[in-house]
């Protein structure tokens, strides 16, 4: 049996302003007009003989974004395994591997991140398959690509002697200079390392707790202290925490007598920054640009043009990354586009919100969108998914109206301030209206088998989203 497990950690900085915080790369359409990379990763081994549901460890923020993605695919997922706080992969492949030991003990685990592109499907599962025996036979396997160019931004393998249906690892070595790369793609025994990986849970726990046991010591104990809420796996916050970050490589592959390599080419590409996105999207027949969404060009070559919300044009340029979004434009030399996490850093320490959330913010429920935002009032546009409602809820700092634009709503109104006991329940069609006032419980559901679409309008002396009071919540959110 093999087991998926997909690693959806991370918040590609590097990709900004399109990847925030809130809504992360692996959520979004880079490779495919229909799937996100994270779908993608969940259809890898769609099919496959002897191939389980894939189970996902992912960021405890991310929960419901992760479900949603994988129920629009028609994928039940084994398990969605939360960390409370991110310490890199070895912890997280711990927790993985650790609840594979409870509910798939005979399977090998195929972890594979969240945010990576394979072109070709079929080769990536003959070389899956490729990699079996050297898992069942205890080695710990490591997937390396056949590099094309002398790449500085990939971390490499170097292969020894042949073993079984691959190689043994002679070493994992740093992302190198141009100079030492050329060297390693003349030789022909330097792979690059994938970041993607074949092994038994029962190894990978024995060789973690051989090489780093302190953190094998953290999983375990937080791994103990799980609990179950509604479809995800939650382990101890406190024993977790406590858990030092670190990778895979460092922890374990780097040290261990018993790796092994697999080498393949399915057209792996590592989504990590524009630059990534750009050899992707090149297309030789417009003067070697990608572009994406509303764009013109005159007189541009070599660069990437990304429009998200409005008309972008480009005259006289040459080797830029141009990103819009409804809130931020990125311009950037295309040769330090790995730079971009700067501004991020820049960002977060200034407490901008373009850093974590886009104006479009996904939720358990549906989503919304800010049209407009000043100090005393906010517009938003709010989808409520058929069948959802939001939480049992009052605001201390700000009023709201909502006007039907689509759908059914169904609206639960407190009697007076705060109270929770004399509730009112009544339905609300197409261009019909109701107010909240300040600090009346109130909740929003959509009792229709269409979108629940409308605009509300909130005013108020503070608008955050912080001053909100949930009084019950069927998702479990504090």
């Given at each position: 049996m093999?087991?998926p497990?997909i690693?959806?950690g991370?918040s590609g900085?590097r990709?900004?302003?399109?990847?925030?915080?809130?809504?992360?790369?692996q959520?979004?359409?880079?490779?495919?007009?229909?799937?996100?990379?994270?779908?993608?990763?969940?259809?890898?081994?769609?099919g496959?003989e002897?191939?389980?549901?894939?189970?996902?460890?992912?960021?405890?923020?991310?929960?419901?974004?992760?479900?949603?993605q994988?129920?629009?695919?028609?994928?039940?997922?084994?398990?969605?395994v939360?960390e409370?706080?991110?310490?890199?992969?070895?912890?997280a492949?711990?927790?993985?591997?650790?609840?594979?030991?409870?509910?798939?003990?005979?399977?090998?685990m195929?972890?594979?991140p969240?945010?990576?592109?394979?072109?070709?499907?079929?080769?990536?599962?003959?070389?899956?398959?490729?990699g079996?025996?050297?898992?069942?036979?205890?080695?710990?396997?490591?997937?390396?690509?056949?590099p094309?160019?002398?790449?500085t931004?990939?971390?490499y393998i170097?292969?020894?002697e042949?073993?079984?249906?691959?190689?043994r690892?002679?070493?994992?070595?740093?992302?190198?200079?141009?100079?030492?790369?050329?060297a390693?793609?003349?030789?022909?025994?330097?792979?690059?390392?994938?970041?993607?990986?074949?092994?038994?849970a029962?190894?990978?726990?024995?060789?973690?707790?051989?090489?780093?046991?302190?953190?094998a010591?953290?999983c375990?104990?937080?791994?103990?202290?799980?609990s179950?809420?509604l479809?995800?796996?939650?382990?101890?916050?406190e024993?977790?925490?406590a858990?030092?970050?670190?990778?895979?490589?460092?922890?374990?592959?780097e040290?261990?007598?018993?790796?092994?390599?697999?080498?393949?080419?399915?057209?792996?590409?590592?989504?990590?920054?524009?630059?990534?996105i750009?050899?992707?999207?090149?297309?030789?027949?417009r003067?070697g640009?990608?572009?994406q969404g509303?764009?013109?060009?005159?007189?541009?070559?070599?660069?990437?043009?990304?429009?998200?919300?409005?008309?972008?044009?480009?005259?006289?340029v040459?080797?830029?990354?141009?990103?819009?979004?409804?809130?931020a434009?990125?311009?950037?030399?295309?040769h330090h586009?790995q730079e971009?996490?700067?501004?991020?850093?820049?960002?977060?320490?200034s407490?901008?919100?373009?850093c974590?959330?886009?104006?479009?913010?996904?939720?358990?429920?549906?989503?919304?969108?800010?049209m407009?935002?000043?100090?005393?009032?906010q517009?938003?546009?709010?989808?409520?998914k058929?069948?959802a409602k939001?939480s049992?809820?009052?605001?201390?700092?700000?009023?709201?109206?909502w006007?039907?634009?689509q759908?059914?709503?169904?609206v639960?109104?407190?009697?007076?301030?705060?109270?929770?006991?004399?509730?009112?329940?009544?339905?609300l069609?197409e261009?019909?209206s109701?107010?909240?006032?300040?600090?009346?419980v109130?909740?929003l559901?959509?009792?229709g088998?269409?979108p629940?679409?409308?605009?509300?309008?909130?005013?108020?002396?503070y608008?955050?989203?912080d001053?909100?009071?949930?009084?019950?919540?069927?998702?479990?959110r504090?």
């Open positions: 093999l087991l497990v690693l959806s991370g900085s990709l900004w302003p399109v990847s925030r915080e809130h809504y992360p790369k959520f979004q359409r880079f490779n495919s007009a229909k799937y996100s990379l994270l779908q993608e990763a969940a259809l890898r081994m769609a496959v002897g191939a389980d549901r894939p189970l996902v460890v992912c960021n405890e923020e991310h929960r419901f974004m992760v479900a949603e994988l129920y629009v695919i028609d994928t039940t997922p084994s398990n969605i939360l409370p706080c991110g310490r890199n992969t070895a912890p492949l711990a927790l993985a591997a650790l609840c594979a030991c409870d509910t798939h003990p005979a399977s090998l195929l972890v594979m969240a945010d990576h592109v394979i072109e070709c499907r079929e080769a990536f599962q003959a070389a899956v398959e490729q079996k025996g050297l898992a069942e036979s205890g080695q710990l396997v490591a997937f390396g690509i056949q094309a160019t002398p790449h931004g990939y971390g170097r292969r020894g042949m073993l079984g249906t691959g190689y690892v002679d070493a994992f070595v740093e992302k190198p200079d141009r100079e030492r790369a050329q390693y793609l003349d030789s022909g025994d330097y792979l690059w390392n994938s970041g993607i990986f074949l092994f038994s029962e190894r990978y726990l024995e060789e973690l707790q051989a090489q780093a046991p302190d953190i010591e953290a375990r104990n937080a791994y103990a202290g799980r179950e809420d479809d995800f796996l939650r382990v101890d916050i024993a977790f925490s858990c030092r970050s670190e990778s895979i490589d460092y922890a374990v592959m040290n261990t007598q018993h790796a092994a390599v697999v080498p393949m080419d399915p057209g792996w590409s590592d989504i990590g920054a524009w630059d990534a750009f050899a992707l999207k090149r297309d030789p027949q003067e640009n990608a572009i509303d764009v013109l060009l005159h007189d541009t070559h070599d660069s990437l043009v990304h429009s998200h919300s409005r008309l972008v044009a480009t005259v006289g040459r080797d830029l990354v141009i990103v819009e979004t409804e809130d434009v990125l311009v950037a030399n295309r586009a971009t996490k700067r501004i991020v850093e820049v960002l977060k320490a407490h901008r919100p373009e974590q959330a886009m104006p479009e913010v996904y939720r358990p429920w549906g989503h919304y969108r800010t407009v935002l000043t100090e005393c009032f517009v938003k546009e709010i989808v409520v058929p069948g939001l049992l809820q009052m605001h201390h700092h700000r009023a709201e109206h006007v039907v634009v759908g059914t709503a169904g639960t109104l407190g009697k007076g301030h705060g109270d929770t006991e004399d509730l009112s329940s009544f339905l069609t261009d019909e109701t107010y909240i006032p300040l600090g009346t109130h909740r559901e959509n009792p088998v269409i629940l679409r409308l605009i509300e309008v909130q005013t108020g002396s608008l955050g989203e001053d909100i009071v949930r009084i019950d919540d069927a998702y479990g504090l």
